[in-house]
């Protein structure tokens, strides 16, 4: 084989195999694009889902808690009829409203998210057996309120309604609270209100721990797809919290968010913290009243003087030290002291 064939063969080998890597290249760059926008868009779907769910869950939560405990949930009695609704200033929605319309508003963006979830499911590429779970989750929860007189359709229209157009993003409270204001947008969101105004007054207890159920499950599968951690938990949580160990009054005022350590507060100084890991502190250097010694111990009490009649003393007596002794005088010889003669000898 001369030199001419070894360098066509070569020539093309090389280039047969820089095109083989080429393919191979661009598949593999094409599959990990189309992985991160798979990725990417199950994201911005699952996660406002998630978020949504554990709001309209923890507020769900205060009404039926409360309910338990008192038999009503007072902040959200504040309608009678939600026509009533009408004519309402921003004032009102931002003050003595807020909890009743922020709770139709939070329902809205909830059934926003579930209905944008639903239409594009098709399309969103989930793990294992979590493409047909998910649907079957969020029918529950349409399902669950639908018990409460807000019918499947009208949970779509409702949360249409919170989508503002072209955007695609979900309306805010204040942007919310101007289609409550008017009877013909505002009638949709009426089976949200309705539902909300008979739990606040105590009724409709079942149908309001059913749909708690739904949402906690649809919770729990959301947080185990998206490998996160407890987000009722940590919803609840961050609502409840407190600190501990504040000033002093701390404890005080509390109201119903939770009940505080009853020693918060209480006191003062560098001993306001004993009970919680604290050592009180102490004096540092402790002295005794004055006064007559209670010991009973006899080598302890005071020895008696000597009378004319008394025989040896039965306890010697410790000489008292005299102190430092003086140097010696001027003129002093060596080896004697102050006021010492010189040795008598024997």
């Not at 008017?182 to 539902?195: G, K, Q």
Request: aromatic share 6%; charged share 20%; with cysteine.
């Amino acid at each position: 084989m001369d030199a001419l064939s070894v360098t066509l063969i070569s020539a093309v080998t090389s280039g047969a195999i820089s095109l083989t890597l080429a393919w191979v290249s661009g598949r593999q760059q094409r599959r990990d694009s189309e992985r991160v926008q798979r990725e990417t868009r199950t994201m911005a779907y699952l996660n406002p889902l998630r978020w949504h769910t554990a709001e309209v869950h923890h507020r769900l939560s205060l009404y039926a808690t409360s309910v338990d405990r008192d038999g009503c949930y007072p902040p959200a009695q504040v309608l009678a009829d939600p026509r009533e609704m009408e004519g309402k200033g921003a004032d009102w929605f931002a003050g003595k409203g807020v909890v009743l319309g922020s709770s139709v508003w939070m329902t809205a963006c909830l059934f926003a998210q579930m209905t944008r979830t639903r239409h594009d499911l098709p399309f969103l590429r989930l793990a294992g057996n979590d493409d047909t779970r998910l649907p079957g989750l969020l029918q529950k929860v349409h399902a669950a309120f639908a018990a409460c007189e807000i019918y499947y359709a009208t949970q779509s229209s409702i949360g249409t309604d919170a989508l503002l157009e072209p955007e695609g993003r979900l309306r805010s409270y204040r942007e919310f609270c101007d289609l409550l204001a008017e009877p013909d947008r505002r009638v949709w969101a009426d089976p949200v209100t309705w539902f909300l105004i008979a739990v606040a007054h105590g009724e409709r207890r079942p149908a309001l721990q059913r749909v708690l159920d739904a949402l906690s499950e649809l919770s729990a599968f959301l947080d185990d797809s998206l490998a996160g951690g407890a987000s009722l938990r940590a919803r609840h949580g961050a609502e409840i919290h407190r600190p501990r160990g504040g000033s002093p009054g701390a404890g005080a005022g509390a109201g119903a968010g939770g009940d505080l350590d009853a020693t918060a507060g209480a006191s003062s100084g560098p001993d306001a913290g004993v009970g919680r890991g604290r050592v009180p502190s102490l004096s540092p250097h402790p002295i005794p009243a004055p006064g007559p010694d209670p010991s009973p111990d006899p080598v302890l009490r005071p020895i008696p003087a000597p009378g004319p009649n008394s025989g040896p003393d039965p306890v010697p007596r410790p000489t008292p030290d005299p102190g430092p002794r003086p140097g010696p005088e001027p003129g002093a010889g060596p080896g004697l002291d102050a006021g010492q003669g010189p040795d008598p000898g024997p």
